[in-house]
């Protein structure tokens, strides 16, 4: 049988792409260049100009920026400048344990930013959630130390509290390791099960708890080409592309599925409850349950409003249709997103 080492040699280097970073692989290959570690390095580092370029662009444009926590020490209900240094000598010790970033890594975190900065802009420029809604950038304490990357604000009138501002926080991903969104929404639904509930701590609004404000929480994302194509646009300043883009029909759809999903989850948790606690006996018991009971109650109702207002947006988008769920079938990670949350109500409660 005849060889080919060479053949053999451009095998091996494509499978030590791949094993280093697949994303490295795709690059690579939209490229005629030699094979050599060298090309793939220029490569990456004309990745990263690009990406960086639509990230700058799209700050300027749009001047977004995330929520500084010392803001928040005259305001109530007040952080004290001490429990905030403490914050940031957490993240501090956090940044420290990942080392030196690499090339690959740097790329990485710039469209984790692009990303969260693109649907904040969608959101607050471009009526992606509706004319209702408005976003913001968390505090990078929210952000690294609580996983919250940013948050959506819905002014609406409520006729007992006259004026009540409700909201999501999300969570932006583009991962191309697919089972990462897995374990971001059972991660989730667990703490949300063990009352571990996700809080943004660092928020303009006038009903901002001392220990954070609780919002339900939705992950959202696209996958890796979907960011290339709009980066590429918005690093020309080809801003118009992101009105009407399809990103918008994919978050509100992630979105609408999370929260519908989790209202389900907390309304059979509060029926549960409500028997355990009338069926119980003993005092400490019967009070333990009624407090599972109130807590699967008030997460009913929070996913319960906010569902509304996503269903909404998405109903005068024409969003919900049957077109869009196969036009969207080729982006693995809205695909893997939705295909999660149907699963979270078929194990246990």
């Known amino acids: 049988m005849k060889y080919n080492f060479k053949y053999t040699l451009k095998s091996l280097f494509f499978k030590f792409l791949i094993f280093l970073n697949k994303d490295v692989l795709l690059v690579y290959m939209n490229e005629d260049l030699p094979i050599s570690f060298e090309n793939v390095k220029v490569k990456l580092e004309k990745e990263f100009e690009l990406v960086s370029t639509a990230l700058k662009n799209l700050e300027n444009e749009y001047k977004f920026t995330r929520l500084n926590p010392y803001d928040f020490t005259s305001k109530e209900p007040g952080y004290s400048k001490q429990e905030i240094d403490q914050e940031y000598e957490l993240l501090a010790n956090k940044r420290k344990k990942y080392g030196e970033a690499t090339l690959e890594q740097k790329i990485t975190k710039l469209k984790a930013d692009f990303l969260e900065r693109l649907i904040v802009v969608g959101i607050s420029k471009f009526e992606y959630f509706g004319k209702e809604a408005e976003s913001f950038l968390a505090s990078d304490i929210d952000d690294e130390l609580n996983f919250i990357d940013g948050g959506v604000k819905f002014n609406t009138l409520d006729f007992v509290t006259q004026y009540k501002l409700l909201g999501l926080e999300f969570d932006a991903t583009f991962t191309s390791d697919i089972e990462g969104i897995n374990t971001k929404i059972h991660a989730l639904k667990k703490d949300l099960d063990n009352n571990n509930i996700p809080k943004l701590k660092y928020v303009y609004d006038d009903i901002r708890e001392k220990n954070g404000l609780l919002l339900p929480k939705v992950i959202l994302g696209c ?127």
């Open 223 to 349: 996958d890796n080409e979907s960011i290339n194509v709009l980066i590429k646009e918005i690093a020309q300043k080809n801003f118009n592309v992101l009105e009407n883009n399809p990103i918008q029909d994919k978050l509100l759809i992630q979105a609408e599925a999370q929260l519908s999903a989790f209202k389900d989850r907390y309304s059979k948790k509060s029926v549960y409850y409500r028997h355990m606690t009338n069926e119980a006996t003993d005092e400490t018991k019967k009070e333990d349950f009624n407090l599972e009971q109130r807590l699967a109650s008030r997460l009913f109702d929070m996913h319960s409003e906010i569902l509304g207002l996503v269903r909404k947006a998405g109903e005068e988008k024409n969003v919900f249709t049957f077109e869009n769920e196969k036009a969207f079938f080729s982006d693995a990670v809205h695909v893997k997103i939705l295909d999660v949350t149907k699963n979270i109500n078929k194990q246990k409660q």
